[in-house]
């Protein structure tokens, strides 16, 4: 991937998926970008439905359908036979290809030389743009939002594509900032900064994040928390080169072990939140927290209100949970 | 580069290097691992002499050298042609080449002609290690030293090479683990993390220094700084991966910018001590302050030794420079 847009409006494959956990990056397209979305392709035997109008390959050519999203992960992470010849088809349509798959489209020699022949291109979100520099940690106009977690899949790209939606519907000048493989494909550019070499984090921060217009938002998905054990670096990598005027603490509402860290235990808010905002304060001094958003899915709507009421009650800035509540109590105090 | 050693002995390659400052990786390797060096190599027209025996490439290998080190960056940063014949002729005679230059050699289509034939290996000590993990963050046995900067090039490496070699001496049982170039090129093996993706940082360190005997000193050479604006991503997934039991805090004496980071000044000790400790917590509870090694090659004798004593008496922990006080006093207390 390189921070090229994807061209749009886009067919999304959905292959013979048979719910949309299986298809969870084309149901994030499709959620978050639905201007951006002409059709769905799917095999005969699939039973997720985005919604969308079912389309062959030259009907979506026909149609405008500009680049093929892969948004969804195949069983065993290989790329079936069977989804060959239908990229092919799609590539000798007109159409560039963009695949958040584990395996790299760029490795499969057909594809390859299918890409050559057409002159279409094929995106692999997993790979970082080629040009990355370090950072210089030099201020740059413009404001900055990052989300911050308490852990991994906590919902720091949704709340960052929650907010970013509030703003645009306020007319807010603002951008959303992809950092991971789902957040690129739906919005089509972003860098893959976990998959980025590690002298330049920061640095391939500032280049998404460049100099803008003193009243432009932009709205970056965060990755990891700082006080991760095994993430930790890309996180604080990202914080640093966001130079973020605010942060917005994620966190799931029950959450008590870190996912997949065995004896590790998710940090107190106490801890998170300061421990952010020391550290970012090397690159901007005037970071400050804006917010805080919970995943309260686990919770009874009243065990759930009441969780948000005493958060902020503690710690003084709006909390919310951008499915439950929306992310409006946090766009007002940052336009205010 | 891999985790593989480089088969010994060298043969320390110098080019036309008119003095040491252009050879600093040869010097390295010559000062801190001679044993491992057999000769030298050099143009007719080169002045740097690292006091080692002067042979050809056909007499080094009859006295059985193995590998050839490339151990000093050529003016323009690309590899001069002058230099290809003799590489070739390396590689013919038998020898492996370890490079640490800019240009890898595995994209120099002459010689990896001429490495797949004769079978030989080309280390390009920034190429990471290809089998690298996600960190783990589960405690593993034997003991863990890091060093950690106030800056970039503050003495990391030397701090971490001096430490290990006054261990050896007293037959403490010791490791020295490279993280960057030149301390791989010395080491003969290590990660070069900066070049690591950025989801691996922790988990390669944990890789790099693996479960040992519980008496067992890794002795883990630092990078960059947990406040550095550019680079703190990496100082903090290495701090992590590496589960350091103790760290020593290296410093320039009197540097109060940071190196080649306008407007950013190195911070105090308290803050990054504490910084250090509190985020190495996350994977090692039990982390502490082992000592301070102070460069102070700008000072005069008696002005750095008031400076070393001024610390001594506010940290309460051995301070030493490990060029003109050594680092006996920070092994006496490990060692007690």
Not at 108 to 124: C, P, S
Not at 242 to 258: T, Y
Not at 310 to 317: E, H, L, S
Request: hydrophobic share 45%; proline share 5%; net charge negative.
């Amino acid at each position: 991937m390189t921070m090229n847009e994807l061209k749009t409006p886009y067919l999304v494959f959905l292959g013979d998926a048979q719910d949309l956990l299986m298809a969870k990056v084309a149901k994030g397209v499709a959620h978050w970008r639905p201007e951006k979305c002409l059709a769905q392709n799917r095999f005969d035997n699939a039973k997720a439905d985005l919604g969308l109008p079912d389309m062959s390959i030259r009907d979506a050519a026909e149609a405008g359908a500009k680049t093929l999203i892969l948004g969804l992960a195949p069983m065993g992470g290989t790329l079936p036979q069977s989804w060959i010849p239908l990229l092919i088809e799609a590539m000798e349509a007109g159409m560039d290809i963009a695949s958040g798959l584990h395996i790299r489209l760029n490795e499969i020699e057909d594809l390859v030389a299918v890409a050559n022949r057409t002159g279409r291109r094929m995106f692999d979100v997993r790979n970082p743009p080629k040009t990355l520099q370090c950072g210089t940690g030099q201020p740059r106009s413009g404001k900055r939002l990052l989300t911050v977690g308490s852990d991994c899949c906590v919902g720091k790209m949704f709340t960052a594509l929650a907010i970013h939606k509030e703003m645009a519907a306020r007319n807010i000048n603002a951008t959303f900032r992809a950092t991971g493989q789902t957040g690129i494909l739906i919005e089509g550019s972003g860098v893959p900064v976990d998959a980025v070499v590690s002298d330049f984090i920061a640095g391939s921060v500032e280049q998404l994040s460049p100099a803008n217009d003193a009243d432009h938002w932009d709205i970056i998905e965060g990755q990891g928390s700082v006080l991760h054990p095994a993430y930790a670096g890309v996180s604080l990598g990202l914080l640093h080169g966001a130079q973020a005027d605010v942060i917005i603490l994620c966190h799931e509402e029950g959450r008590i072990q870190m996912d997949e860290m065995p004896g590790f235990e998710v940090p107190d808010f106490d801890t998170l939140i300061e421990t952010n905002l020391a550290l970012g304060r090397i690159t901007n001094p005037n970071i400050r927290l804006g917010g805080i958003a919970l995943n309260t899915s686990s919770l009874s709507e009243d065990d759930a209100l009441k969780a948000i009421e005493r958060y902020q009650a503690k710690f003084g800035v709006p909390v919310v949970d951008p499915v439950r509540t929306g992310v409006a109590a946090i766009v007002d105090v940052l336009e205010g």
